[in-house]
């Protein structure tokens, strides 16, 4: 997260087919080569013509979105909260999910959601009910608190004022070879593919 101008595509973690049969190979391809490229490619033509923001990183250009040139506001809104989100996707899953939270993410769900169970249904929803495309997010805020928050198309949360520990993509791009319009099973499919161990090292 340290990088700055101008940024390439993370490779993958895995193997384009390691997360079948919850998400096929032909989804990570189109998502990761041609979807998230092409966000890396719209960030750079973006930041191009302003060799004032090359030593920036992607955290602060989106922490400071109000402050950049007026003619790039949105773009790197759009495009470096694509390149932020889906750096941040394909990391954290995994082929050997643990299924479940681990260390002390684990304890801190259950305090605050009373089970994994409730959590995942919190989670679910706001995941379901993120109308159009956009992402669903368990995020930390600066007292410690978990919270589950949704955004509308790249938006990161709020400002990245909060830290994020886990985000799901409903863009149909996301689900739609596999799963067409059946997004609930995408999402509960997904739940096997967390890599918690690495949620819960950015927890700690
Ligand atoms: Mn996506």
Known sequence: MNKTYPFTLEKLPYDYNALE????????????DKHHQAYVNNLNNALENHPELHDKTLEYLLKNLNTLPSDVQ????????????????????????????????AKAIDEKYGSFDNFKET????????????????????NNELMIVSTPNQDVPLQLSVKPLLLIDVWEHAYYLNYQNRRADYIENFFNVIDWQKVNDLYE
């Open 21 to 32: 049969p919850y998400i096929d190979a032909a989804t990570m391809h189109y998502h990761h």
């Open 123 to 142: 989670f679910k929803k706001a995941a379901m009910d993120r109308f159009g495309s956009g992402w669903a997010w368990l995020v930390v805020d600066q």
């Open 74 to 105: 949105t773009k790197i809104k759009n495009n470096g909260g694509g390149v932020y989100n889906h750096n941040l996707f394909f990391d954290l899953m995994t082929p050997s999910s643990p299924k479940k939270p681990v260390g002390k993410l």
